[in-house]
């Protein structure tokens, strides 16, 4: 068997693993954000609630 067929074979396989770490990585980042945004439309919600609620009593 050649050595550069086995190169090219792990070196495939490194990289798969890296993007899959990456992938992971990315994929924790994007509920971590989503939470956030979550939460600030909730205050954005209730603040706007809040101003509408005001401008009735006026």
């Not at 070196?11 to 979550?38: F, I, N």
């Amino acid at each position: 068997m050649s050595w550069t067929l086995v190169a090219a074979v792990l070196l495939s396989t490194a990289g798969l693993l890296v993007l899959g770490v990456l992938a992971g990585r990315l994929w924790l980042d994007v509920r971590v954000l989503a939470r956030e945004v979550d939460t600030a439309s909730r205050a954005l919600a209730g603040a706007a609630g809040d101003l509408a609620e005001a401008g009735r009593t006026r």
